[in-house]
């Protein structure tokens, strides 16, 4: 007996998982994971806006230090891109569950982390703490590379560009907090 037989609701997060989720066709799916994605970036957006124009342009950057208006075009493909790929696995559910289920779950992890990243570089304005994470974060991008790869060779595939953009901002990083420290 589980908590929610207790209540007589009978609900089982695998049944709803595997009846409920795999039914979707491949386009509702990326149409959810592009939601889902797109509105992370956003949120990060919204964090990292008010610092664009105040404490950043006050920092010492490096030379190869890309202006400011090419990260959202670069945030914008790649969540699409993360969102296709996540989808594309999503679609494999009724092959490997489990396998499936754990790579998800990757790509969630790692989802919150690049979330998280915007918030300690800009919100809280600490390069040493922001650099710290989005090592944690490559780490968990390459992970959730190597499930998706396994399950589908072009979800695994569209996350190649993230983890080359991410490998760059974790130097821009670094950069920016020694040449600030």
């Known amino acids: 007996m589980n908590f929610y037989d207790l209540y ?8 709803f998982w595997t009846t409920k989720f795999d039914k979707m066709n491949k386009i509702v799916k990326i149409a959810i994971a592009l939601v889902i994605c797109l509105t992370v970036g956003y949120s990060a957006s919204t964090v990292t806006r008010p610092s664009i124009e105040t404490w950043y ?3 010492e950057k490096p030379v190869f230090n890309p202006p400011n208006w ?10 699409i ?12 559910i009724k092959e490997n569950t489990e396998e499936i ?5 990757f790509f969630i992890i790692q989802l919150i982390l690049n979330s998280i990243w915007s918030y300690l ?13 989005i090592i944690l974060l490559w780490l968990m991008i390459y992970e959730t ?3 998706f790869v396994k399950i589908n060779k072009i979800s695994g595939y569209l996350l190649i560009p993230y983890l080359a953009w991410v ?5 821009l990083n670094a950069s920016i907090w020694w040449l600030n420290k």
Do not use: Q
């Open 167 to 171: 490998a760059f901002a974790m130097v």
């Open 81 to 92: 891109f993360m969102a296709i790929a996540a989808a594309l696995v999503w679609d494999k």
């Open 121 to 133: 570089f800009f919100g809280l304005k600490n390069p040493m703490l922001a650099l710290i994470e």
């Open 57 to 59: 342009v006050m920092l």
């Open 101 to 105: 289920k754990k790579a998800l779950l």
């Open 8 to 15: 007589g609701l009978n609900f089982s997060f695998d049944y």
């Open 70 to 79: 090419i990260f959202m075009p670069v945030w914008t493909v790649l969540y």
């Open 145 to 147: 590379y190597l499930k």
